[in-house]
């Protein structure tokens, strides 16, 4: 049941209660419950908003050096304007930031930023064209 809850989230995460409940088979309360029990263990973290439309959406991959912690570069970026999701990863970088803005000159700022920070190699980006 929590994972059917946690799909439904994944894809409206303005879905109702009381819809959630009719989709699950159960009850409001139920639902209300589990959301809560989710939400207070961890495995939901937060509830965020996807935007469409005019927004500038980019992969920015990030490579770190060898001796710098990939958590506290990770850290500094997570919660600026423009910064979706942050994600350490294995490969050849070491990071993966999801950005989102306005405009590509606001992209730059953010691109600027993270290779501003002391410990950062270098950083790739790719442009999203499509969200499905």
């Keep these: 049941m929590d994972r059917h809850i946690i799909r439904i989230l994944r894809t ?3 879905e109702s209660y009381t819809e959630m409940a009719a989709a699950v088979g159960t009850s409001e309360g139920t639902i209300r419950s589990r959301v ?3 939400v207070e263990e961890g495995t939901i973290r937060q509830f965020t908003i996807r935007t469409a439309g005019s927004h500038v959406k980019a992969l920015v991959e990030v490579t770190v050096e060898a001796n710098v912690h990939t958590a506290d ?3 500094r970026i997570r919660d600026w304007d423009g910064v979706e999701t942050v994600w350490e990863v294995t490969g050849d970088q ?3 930031v999801v950005a989102d803005c306005p405009t590509t000159g606001d992209l730059n700022v953010i691109i600027d ?3 501003s920070i002391p410990g950062t190699q270098a950083t790739r980006s790719r442009l999203i064209l499509k969200e499905l």
Aim: zero cysteines; a positive charge.
């Design 94 to 96: 070491d990071i993966l």
């Design 36 to 38: 809560k029990r989710l």
């Design 113 to 115: 930023k993270i290779r």
């Design 12 to 14: 409206s995460g303005r």
């Design 73 to 75: 570069i990770a850290k």
